[in-house]
């Protein structure tokens, strides 16, 4: 029997790992979420605090999926803090997915935003050539670089960390590295995920490049099924015409890169 992904399932978080002192990823069983899409997202109920939208991580178990969490505010704090044996509610996925393209592939991703990215990973074709840019602030806050090559083995790869005070890897912001290496290049496919300002410069390069460029766009959501208008960028509403969006698409919408919106609605200039 099909579930319902408006319905919520109950799930046991089974183990915790540490990725950076901020940062942690919860694995849990569901076999639904262990199959999304890259780009999809689920809803997760704490109990007792909040609902928030996650991106699903991978697991390299059958059957089992993941949340990774930055504590931020109240509710991503409170996810952050649970220990194995305690419950979340999930349900989803919701939104789209990239749409898959073959041969040189540049991905980048900040933050929690690294997330979609290596679930992207697994789809790659093997005799694609990849590279994989993480974006961090500090070396400190540096995670997946080991898992990226990991998962990359058998692919021609390379994996490029950027920390903002040169701490670790290239010196510099994440998107000073994306110029540098589509002014270059040639990709066949851009793909990026983490804050919007480095994702509305990526895109702007890239599509400067004249290079198919998608952004899974991070924002307010409440529902996740297009009823409360929280995550509308524009016309659009992120839950439901997104996660994903084309780069002509994002760099025609006069709020992306620009504004966001408070949990009260009221946009704000970033």
Known sequence: MQRNPNHTTICIVEKVIDETPTVRTLVFSDDVMSKVLPGQFAMVWIPGVNELPMSVMISNELGKAAFTVRKHGPASTALFNLKAG?????????????????????????????????????????????????????????????LANKLLTKNIHQVIVTTDDGSYGEKGYVTDMVK?????????????????????????????????????????????VGICGSCCVGEDLVCRDGTVFDGDHLLSNPEFGHFHRNKAGIPEIY
């Open 86 to 146: 305690q419950q979340i509610g999930v349900r989803g996925p919701y939104g789209n997915s990239f749409d898959l393209k073959q041969g040189k592939i540049l991905l980048v991703g900040g933050g929690t935003g690294l997330v979609p990215m290596m679930r992207l990973l697994t789809f790659m074709n093997p005799q694609d050539d990849v590279t994989v840019l993480i974006g961090a602030k500090t070396k400190d806050e540096v995670f997946f670089e080991d």
């Open 180 to 224: 540098k290496l589509v002014d270059v290049n040639h990709y066949d496919g851009v793909y990026t995920c983490g804050p919007e300002i480095m994702m509305f410069k990526t895109v702007q390069y890239a599509h400067s490049k004249g290079l198919f460029v998608q952004a899974s766009l991070e924002r307010m959501m409440k529902c996740g």
